[in-house]
């Protein structure tokens, strides 16, 4: 909790943020800012300011007066995020979409839905479903997190190893820069090369170059058809190999999870043995999903199933009923509550190394795990090589986990990977970044973001180093 509330804003400035919004949409009492000060990442810093606009040209209107007094805005969509993302660890003003959360316009046929910021992913699915249609980003955390955050985090899940992330969902978007401009850039089309690609640039850019407010996303048909598959392996090796045949051949799965021994441990150990069903000698699992048309399922799983068969196969067993595709999930799904009943301290990270790497990640977790005596757990979209690494322990093991941490970081470089596959950077990865991206890349990086936000008001002390 902080210790004291902060400096309020000078009056001036509040003046003109009022004259910015509606009545009841600028916040000042640090009872009702605290509230906004908190994120995911558990780090809590209070906002002097929040605002909560209906429009993008309030949105502007407080940019504009922002950028005239050199304040901070920290954009929120629903806190969802891990990394510190929007929390205002430097003071000023929380601007926050929820009241802009309009579903604008879905476009079947021309396989686009328009939205505001603020709307919930979960919501946009349900209204796409009558459609026939969804957005591909499935992130787990749909029910209660924005489209802007999802588009600001580059957010994904499952889906992503067959439908793509945000970034590949986008046509277009409506924001507002650093210095209260709004710019519309992308197209109402799936084709389009007019001017630089500003669209892809914001995707991903965690508030640090402006605040999204509506965006143009390519929707896609639901599959006529889902089957489900869960493999069971002796060892994470013959699970990985699996894997790389799986992707190795041309019909892609629209979800392949992998947990390793040590997650699999967990549930044999912390979760009730009626609630889950693995035999004795399985060390690894493949949650497998196929869709398609009811013409094609049939193949494509089959093509599936023969790469997923191979040295070490304890199981498979396939699912095509809603009931015995929740049986089968319930193993995957049995973990996270497990994990978070074991350790009070967790650092959850989402790293991603080239599919054919992952074994040689596994094994060199399993290393490190021994060297720095830190329980190590992984799990994650193996489709993708994005992996999220759970380093377990109490308060007092802290110092281990973090310098465990640092060789995690450096193994996945060393394995042509990347810090972060979802989750994104904000404040918890941001010393890191620099042995990812080089010196000149950074300074390229910090010439455009002086030019979406000359001030420096974007959503200080995030994603870059200073
Ligand atoms: C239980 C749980 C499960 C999760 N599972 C996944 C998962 O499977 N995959 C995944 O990718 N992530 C996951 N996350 C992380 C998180 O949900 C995502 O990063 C999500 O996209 C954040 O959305 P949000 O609306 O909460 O954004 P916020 O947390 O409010 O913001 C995230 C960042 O984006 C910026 N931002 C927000 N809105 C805008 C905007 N309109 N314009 C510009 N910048 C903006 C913020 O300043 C901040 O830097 C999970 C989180 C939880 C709690």
């Not at 902080?2 to 009056?11: A, R, Y």
């Not at 710019?183 to 640039?201: A, E, M």
């Not at 965690?206 to 006529?224: C, D, S, Y």
């Not at 054919?356 to 489709?383: C, Q, T, W, Y």
Request: aromatic letters at 4%.
């Amino acid at each position: 909790m902080p210790s004291t509330p902060p400096e309020p804003l000078p009056q001036n400035i509040v003046a003109d943020l009022r004259a910015a919004l509606p009545a009841d949409a600028l916040l000042t009492d640090p009872a009702d800012c605290l509230p906004y000060g908190y994120d995911n990442s558990r780090r809590v810093a209070c906002p002097q300011a929040v605002a909560l606009p209906t429009t993008t040209e309030q949105v502007a209107a407080v940019v504009k007066a922002c950028h005239t007094h050199q304040v901070p805005v920290v954009t929120r969509g629903r806190a969802t995020n891990t990394v510190g993302g929007t929390v205002p660890i430097h003071g000023g003003l929380v601007l926050s979409l929820e009241r802009m959360a309009q579903i604008i316009a879905i476009r079947p046929d021309d396989r686009l839905a328009e939205v505001e910021a603020g709307v919930i992913n979960g919501e946009l699915q349900t209204a796409l479903g009558e459609h026939g249609f969804f957005w591909p980003p499935d992130p787990t955390s749909a029910g209660y997190s924005s489209v802007g955050g999802n588009l600001a985090c580059n957010a994904a899940g499952p889906r992503a190893v067959k439908y793509g992330t945000c970034r590949d969902n986008v046509l277009g978007l409506q924001f507002v820069d650093g210095r209260g401009r709004i710019i519309n850039t992308g197209v109402y089309t799936t084709k389009g090369v007019v001017g630089y690609d500003l669209t892809r640039l914001m995707v991903g850019s965690e508030g640090t170059l402006g605040i999204i407010t509506k965006a143009v996303l390519a929707i896609t048909p639901v599959a006529e058809e889902k089957r489900t598959l869960r493999g069971l392996y002796d060892s994470v090796t013959t699970a990985g190999d699996a894997v790389a045949r799986i992707m190795a051949q041309p019909e892609i799965p629209c979800a392949l999870e992998f947990i390793d021994t040590a997650s699999i441990e967990v549930i044999r150990n912390n979760v009730r043995d009626a609630e889950v069903d693995l035999p004795p000698d399985a060390a690894a699992m493949l949650m497998i999903e196929v869709d398609g048309s009811a013409d094609a399922i049939g193949p494509a799983m089959a093509a599936v199933e023969a790469a997923a068969r191979g040295p070490g196969l304890v199981e498979l067993k396939t699912a095509t009923t809603a009931d015995e595709i929740a049986a089968l999930w319930q193993t995957r799904k049995a973990l996270s509550p497990a994990l978070r009943k074991l350790a009070p301290k967790k650092i959850n990270e989402d790293v991603v190394v080239p599919v054919s790497r992952m074994p040689e990640l596994i094994d060199g977790l399993g290393k490190l795990s021994a060297e720095h005596k830190v329980r190590i757990v992984n799990f994650g979209h193996a489709g993708n090589g994005n992996l999220h690494v759970n380093l377990l322990g109490e308060e007092a093991d802290l110092p281990r986990m973090h310098t465990c941490l640092d060789a995690v970081f450096d193994l996945v470089l060393q394995l042509e990977g990347t810090l972060s596959g979802e989750h994104g950077v904000g404040i918890e990865k941001r010393p890191f970044i620099a042995r990812e991206i080089s010196g000149d890349a950074l300074d390229l990086m910090r010439s455009l973001k002086g030019v979406f936000d000359p001030a420096g008001i974007m959503n200080p002390g995030k994603l870059l180093p200073d």
